[in-house]
């Protein structure tokens, strides 16, 4: 069964930091790029980062230099670390596989930084 979970979602102070973890199935895994998706209230989705099978990363300007993503190909499992959170960061983040114009998606997971 193809399927993407993520854990790690919270409630944090401003200033602090979750890292985000996302087990896909493998067939998902194995034959897409992995990124990171936000969703916040009102807002359309949007990607936060992204990382090649090879690992090729790509960021928001917003979270440049604050977050990173990572893949562990031994668990098929893709991160997404979150330093020095701002409140625009409060969203329901989605694990996704991407592969062209196609998405798999994660249920989400919700992130809230509180100032």
């Known amino acids: 069964q193809e399927q993407l979970v993520e854990s790690g979602g919270g409630l944090v102070q401003a200033g602090g930091s979750l890292r985000l973890s996302c087990v896909a199935s493998e067939s998902i895994f194995r034959n897409n790029n992995m990124g990171w998706y936000r969703q916040a209230p009102g807002k359309q989705r949007t990607l936060v980062a992204s990382?090649?099978?090879?690992?090729?990363?790509t960021y928001a300007g917003s979270v440049k230099g604050r977050f990173t993503i990572s893949r562990d190909n031994a668990k098929n499992t893709v991160y997404l670390q979150m330093n020095n959170l701002k409140t625009e960061d409060t969203a329901v983040y989605y694990c996704?596989?991407?592969?062209?114009?196609?998405?798999?998606w994660g249920q989400g997971t919700q992130v809230t930084v509180s100032s």
């Open positions: 990382i090649t099978s090879g690992g090729t990363t």
């Open positions: 996704a596989g991407i592969r062209g114009l196609s998405r798999y």
